[in-house]
């Protein structure tokens, strides 16, 4: 996810228990021209692997080439972006809107496959429009090129977020395809994953908001499957009783810190600004917390904050 899946992060959710962890989507127009920050993008962790490097364009060769390139780094599949409806990326005929020109498409997921030897995944939505669907065709298409495997958010581009994911559909384009198959959109709780597994027949389900709402979701969800799958019976996790405030509190001192050693102080503390706000979501006091948070540049102001917000939240969760 764009924004969210550095390298810091996908280390704390792997650890939390996902699977597979995805990096954030990669311009391979970009990567062709050379671009730092970029490529700074395809750095890792090893505790990362297994990881999926998603890149996006429009164009087959500066397509192969990144997927060649990230292959080089060590990643362990790449995943092609199918899904983005982003003006900027739209613009460049990249993400969702390839899904609009097919023959393009079949030339660029050929074009991938073949310049690696790494599976190679794609990440779709339903299609355009509700009148515009392309998924049954997208699946066809990629298992005849090759894909390895495919994931699909159960949603339009022009919904963009809208709505909510359509499962029933997901089953459907599940059932069309024997492609190992992903399923994903609106996964909120443990019960709701194995509600999405268990109605589509999917072989995976793939996490994208909850991860950073809540990256104690993997862990969550991996304690209820077992529960379940010993018969047990399931308390809902959520009543559970352990200090969720001191693992909050312990988990944004350490992003936070990881963040200053890889991004500077400065940028290093603006990009935890977002991630404290959502981890402390309904614990007491948190309204205040993210306007102190939010006001802070520096890496001990933010420790104080932190400190004395914890200080006063205690052990409420
Ligand atoms: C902030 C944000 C960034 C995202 N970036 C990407 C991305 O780079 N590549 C991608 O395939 N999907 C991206 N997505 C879409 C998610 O992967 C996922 O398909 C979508 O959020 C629906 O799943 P969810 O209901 O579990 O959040 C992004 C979503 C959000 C909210």
Request: hydrophobic letters at 40%; a neutral charge; aromatic letters at 8%.
């Amino acid at each position: 996810m764009a924004g969210i899946t550095d390298t810091i992060f996908r280390r704390i959710i792997r650890k939390m228990g996902a699977g597979l962890v995805y990096s954030e989507m990669v311009s391979c127009m970009a990567l062709h021209y050379d671009s730092k920050k970029t490529f700074e993008m395809l750095e890792f962790h090893p505790e990362e692997l297994p990881l999926a490097l998603q890149i996006f364009g429009a164009d087959p060769v500066l397509m192969a080439d990144a997927a060649k390139v990230a292959e080089s780094r060590g990643v362990s599949i790449i995943d092609i972006n199918l899904g983005c409806s982003v003006p900027k990326v739209a613009k460049s005929g990249s993400g969702a809107i390839l899904c609009r020109n097919l023959p393009l498409l079949a030339s660029v997921m050929e074009s991938v496959v073949k310049a690696v030897t790494i599976p190679v995944t794609i990440k779709i939505r339903i299609g355009w429009t509700k009148q515009e669907v392309s998924a049954f065709e997208v699946c066809r298409m990629a298992k005849e090129c090759g894909i390895a495997a495919i994931a699909l958010h159960g949603r339009t581009s022009s919904q963009a977020y809208s709505g909510t994911a359509d499962w029933d559909f997901i089953k459907e384009v599940r059932q069309s395809t024997d492609l190992p198959f992903i399923g994903n959109g609106d996964v909120k709780t443990p019960e709701s994953a194995v509600s999405l597994l268990d109605s589509t027949g999917c072989d995976g389900i793939m996490i994208g908001r909850e991860s950073y709402f809540n990256p104690w979701f993997f862990r969550d969800l991996l304690k209820y499957s077992e529960k379940t799958a010993n018969s047990q019976s399931v308390e809902n996790p959520e009543n559970e009783v352990y200090n969720r405030a001191a693992e909050v509190k312990e988990l944004i001192l350490h992003q936070l810190e990881e963040n200053v050693a890889r991004y500077g102080e400065y940028s290093g503390v603006q990009k935890m600004r977002k991630f404290a706000a959502w981890y402390t979501r309904g614990l007491r006091g948190s309204a205040r917390f993210r306007e102190h948070v939010n006001n802070e540049e520096t890496l001990a102001g933010m420790k104080s904050v932190i400190d004395e917000y914890f200080g006063y939240c205690g052990g409420v969760g």
